[in-house]
């Protein structure tokens, strides 16, 4: 099984950036494609960012489009996003799994899930 370890979240001001990386430890990383969910409080666990096994095919969610990126490193087996121009509404819990590989509508989650690392924008 692949183990998947977050980092990166902590606290920032609206309009400030945070750096998320994914670390996994798993067999065939660059096989897998990845993907960031994040949960509020109260709120469902929503698809973010997710990006194919090469690199070459990225997923936005509608809210984050044009301010989050999502890249990944297959070398050191890690994926990050990266969050420019936070929101308040961006507080949560973010987490990275391996999502499906067809993205119609969305990328759905496809395997386990980590600890997550939160992610606080204050306003």
């Known amino acids: 099984q692949v183990q998947l370890v977050e980092s990166g979240g902590g606290l920032v001001q609206a309009g400030g950036s945070l750096r998320l990386s994914c670390a996994a430890s798993g067999r065939s990383f660059s096989s897998y494609p990845m993907g960031w969910f994040r949960q509020a409080p109260g709120k469902d666990r929503d698809v973010v960012a997710a990006i194919n096994g090469g690199g070459t095919s990225l997923y936005y969610a509608n809210n984050v489009k044009g301010r989050f990126t999502i890249s990944r490193d297959n070398a050191k087996n890690t994926v990050y996003l990266q969050m420019n121009s936070l929101k308040p509404e961006d507080t949560a819990v973010y987490y990275c799994?391996?999502?499906?590989?067809?993205?119609?509508?969305?990328?759905?989650?496809?395997?386990?899930w980590g600890q997550g690392t939160q992610v606080t924008v204050s306003s």
């Open positions: 799994t391996v999502v499906s590989p067809i993205w119609r509508p969305a990328p759905q989650p496809f395997g386990s």
